[in-house]
């Protein structure tokens, strides 16, 4: 089994790696701050029109090429699409319910990518780690949805498209997995950003959406929050620690995301944090830094997942 190449990160690689987390994990509540100034879908056009810019140019600068190989554009078809409906549905259903419990839902994705990685990757199997991270984590989503009686319909109705945007999402991810070798990353993000803009441009205009009006100075603050911190400097930065550090190192740390976003929305939107929802996060935290810690990787899959 290939081990990660490089697991002394020492103390600022480990800063830097959990500061990183707690600004992607800051991403959901920026999404809220930007709907008080922008059209839910025309926010998500405008951010990913700026965001494909700044990575182009990047690319540019650094001399990329942008050419694609034959077969490539089918797959990122593929990919483009799931992504166009899996963005629309989260922005969608996040405009509906309370960042926290968006930012909660949206962690289902590990989880439900190691049930379809281990149905659909060859090799790709449960370990024993996996799979109690597995029941932590989807335990931690009933808590989310388990008291619903206070809750409005439409908070009811966005957890569930949410919900919905997620599995799109872990499926999409699974294909990319598949088809991931053959691409510069760089290409994947790029192209189905530009893909998603017109998409996400016809829904803001379909729906009576203003995309240039007088929005707040703390929407816009956020907005290119989203383009610049997350969208284009996140994924480069990302990118490279990864090559430094390996999936396990920088996997170790994802837990970060759900308690960054659950505390600064209660902190900076008033987020309503009950016992359900601090019982979700430790259990959805929990799940994730056992799926994701180094020693699940040397554990043998359970006999009943192994004899598959």
């Not at 189905?192 to 441009?201: E, Q, R």
């Amino acid at each position: 089994m290939t081990k990660p190449e490089n697991l002394d990160f020492g103390l600022w690689g480990g800063v830097r790696i959990a500061l990183l987390c707690v600004l992607f994990g800051a991403n959901t509540v920026a999404v809220k701050i930007t709907f008080l100034g922008f059209g839910v879908l025309a926010s998500a056009a405008l951010r990913f029109t700026l965001a494909a810019s700044v990575i182009a140019i990047w690319a540019l600068i650094a001399r990329r090429s942008f050419r694609l190989q034959p077969g490539q554009w089918r797959q990122l078809l593929v990919f483009s699409v799931l992504f166009t409906t899996q963005l629309a549905l989260f922005y969608l259903g996040l405009d509906r319910t309370y960042a926290s419990r968006g930012a909660l839902l949206v962690n289902l994705l590990p989880f439900l990518v190691l049930v379809l990685a281990h149905l659909f990757i060859p090799g790709d199997a449960m370990t024993t780690h996996k799979v109690v991270g597995l029941l932590l984590g989807f335990a931690g989503v009933v808590f989310v949805l388990w008291d619903q009686q206070s809750l409005s319909g439409r908070v009811r109705s966005g957890d569930l498209i949410v919900l919905s945007a997620t599995l799109i999402w872990a499926g999409n991810t699974v294909y990319l997995k598949k088809v991931i070798s053959a691409f510069e990353p760089f290409h994947i993000v790029l192209y189905s950003m530009l893909f998603s803009v017109p998409f996400l441009a016809a829904g803001a205009w379909y729906s009576g959406e203003d995309f240039v009006s007088s929005p707040p100075t703390a929407s816009v603050l956020a907005l290119l929050y989203q383009t610049f911190v997350t969208g284009s400097f996140g994924f480069l930065a990302w990118s490279t620690l990864l090559k430094r550090h390996g999936v396990v190192a920088m996997h170790s740390f994802i837990f970060i995301m759900p308690i960054a976003a659950v505390t600064l929305a209660a902190v900076v939107l008033d987020d309503p944090i009950g016992p359900n929802i601090v019982t979700a996060l430790i259990l959805i935290v929990a799940g994730i830094f056992v799926v994701h810690s180094p020693a699940a990787a040397d554990l043998p899959p359970p006999p009943e997942l192994n004899d598959r």
